[in-house]
């Protein structure tokens, strides 16, 4: 039974404050990334969104990161860890109490493995929820209209069917000076105006409504168009008409600017939001529906193509007549040849009798008409009407025949390609659980080669580490959607890979390898130098 022994204690000890730390670092760096993207920053910014909202999405864009996150801190850590114990002389130090590197590196190991077991169960239960969470809250902000913001001197058309523009704005807020609007709710163009020598606003009714006070204003409304239509040639035609006051009010409806929550309903049906078990039934259902449609597009065509399935019928039909004692004395290439010999003259006789009609009456032919064997031009006057309209027809079903497909396999393709992506959620919580022990097994081992703990070269090797992993997921993820490969080969390429590499960095350390020491290459340049020299010697 595995008992933890001072040694283990200090060595997870030692591990376990790097890899917090890394766990932070890392996860605000991917956080920092995804909300650098322009599309997003456009998302967010302008929108009025109080702390409380960002907060929340901060919170959930962090959740959704951590499958992403851990293998780069477990990688970090363990470099860290095991390059500080070899720069302090510990590793040397416990090697020469008899304990081998295996040995040593087996407490984190182990840790490694349950943070795999975690990473798994989490992308398995919590991250669906945290998905649907954040894409939720992430397409409500989309949803909300900008904040309201009036600038001074600047024509704001946020509010609906309104355009205002204010000379000056009060510190308060809410005092206004050469107040401008433009009422387009006609959509009539600039037609109707109000200016008001001041003014004040404010919210109500828990900031759904917007009111607008106006002093001492004038509104200009323009009726050319209108009195034109309405007046005589000889009636007089009042082209605007003027109001003056002293005081009014508007009240504008803010609801635009609320951001609603939308049902969790609208998004649970998304891939990204299903565990193990609803991605299952997911690819079953998928599967189901592009066996459907395989079978349906063959039923279609066979309305098409009748003669040939009739024809291939009645071969298969003839085979199965024949006795089996007398089959196995017959070549199957002569059984071939007489009953294609007896299906041909059939069909033929059933031609000149006309007993022959294709499904669906496609091309109806006349009794008198038998199309000839022979290869015809029909662009030759030569050819009578009736031949001409045939072939008329023929090139129009094939054309019909080449869309309906053309429409079916498009169909196809995009049930196959959604089947590809359901499979690339599916194994994602298998190989980010895996990714874990696989840059564990690479870290450690490289840590004690390198011998150096800090931040520096550990984080410049494990950015390096990190993003050919990164690559290699991306690129195997793109050839399982677009078919290229085996979803099984795209999609644990990268885990293999690695893994094989971190179990050659473990050999070298068990060596005691110096594959990172300059010295080593130095000698091993000398010594190349010498043979060359000698060899040289010897020719002369």
Request: proline letters at 4%; charged letters at 20%.
């Amino acid at each position: 039974m595995f008992r933890l022994k001072k040694i283990d204690k200090l060595l997870i000890q030692a591990f376990v404050g790097p890899f917090i730390l890394t766990t932070a670092v890392v996860t605000f760096i991917l956080l920092i990334q995804q909300l650098a993207d322009p599309e997003r920053l456009e998302q967010l910014t302008g929108k009025g969104l109080g702390y409380d909202v960002f907060s929340e999405l901060i919170l959930l864009m962090a959740m959704v990161l951590v499958p992403v996150a851990l293998p780069l801190a477990v990688l970090l850590g363990s470099l860290i860890t095991f390059g500080n114990l070899g720069e302090h002389f510990e590793l040397t130090a416990i090697k020469s109490a008899g304990i081998s590197l295996v040995r040593a590196l087996r407490p984190i190991m182990l840790f490694a493995v349950l943070l795999s077991i975690f990473s798994f169960i989490y992308s398995d239960q919590i991250l669906p929820h945290s998905n649907l969470q954040f894409y939720r809250l992430l397409w409500d902000i989309k949803q909300k209209s900008p904040a309201l913001s009036i600038k001074e001197g600047i024509f704001y058309n946020g509010l609906p069917n309104y355009t205002i523009k204010i000379g000056y704005k009060y510190p308060d807020g809410k005092g206004l000076k050469d107040v401008m609007i433009y009422n387009h709710t006609t959509n009539m163009g600039n037609r109707e105006l109000i200016m008001a020598d001041s003014g004040r606003m404010y919210t109500i009714n828990e900031d759904r409504y917007l009111v607008l006070e106006l002093f001492r204003g004038k509104s200009y409304h323009d009726q050319v168009g209108n009195a034109a239509m309405s007046t005589n040639a000889g009636g007089s035609q009042e082209k605007f008409v003027t109001n003056t006051f002293q005081k009014s009010q508007m009240i504008f409806n803010l609801s635009s600017f609320v951001m609603n929550t939308t049902d969790n309903s609208a998004f649970q049906g998304h891939k990204y939001m299903h565990n193990l078990r609803q991605l299952l039934v997911d690819l079953d259902s998928l599967k189901k529906k592009q066996s459907y449609e395989t079978k349906s597009t063959q039923n279609l065509m066979r309305g098409s193509y009748a003669y040939e399935f009739r024809y291939t019928k009645d071969i298969q039909k003839k085979k199965d007549d024949i006795p089996a004692n007398i089959k196995k004395n017959i070549e199957p290439e002569k059984i071939n040849k007489v009953i294609n010999k007896d299906t041909q003259n059939n069909t033929i006789k059933n031609q000149n009798n006309n007993a022959y009609q294709p499904q669906n009456n496609v091309f109806p032919i006349e009794k008198n008409l038998i199309p000839t064997q022979e290869v015809r031009d029909f662009s030759k006057p030569s050819i009578t009407p009736t031949e001409a309209q045939i072939a008329y027809r023929a090139v129009t079903q094939a054309r019909n025949i080449q869309a309906t497909l053309k429409n079916r396999v498009d169909t196809e393709n995009t049930i196959k390609k959604e089947y590809r992506e359901c499979l690339i959620e599916y194994y994602k919580k298998f190989t980010y659980a895996c990714a874990c022990f696989t840059m564990f097994l690479i870290g450690a081992p490289l840590g004690s080669i390198i011998k150096k703990g800090g931040l520096g070269v550990p984080v410049l090797v494990s950015v390096v580490f990190f993003i050919i992993y990164y690559l290699m997921t991306i690129a195997g993820e793109k050839w399982v959607k677009e078919g290229a490969v085996h979803h099984l080969i795209g999609m644990w390429y990268p885990n293999v890979s690695l893994f094989l590499i971190g179990l050659f960095f473990l050999r070298q350390a068990r060596n005691d390898s110096r594959v990172f020491e300059s010295d080593m290459y130095w000698v091993a340049l000398d010594r190349l130098k010498k043979r060359f020299s000698l060899g040289k010697k010897l020719k002369n």
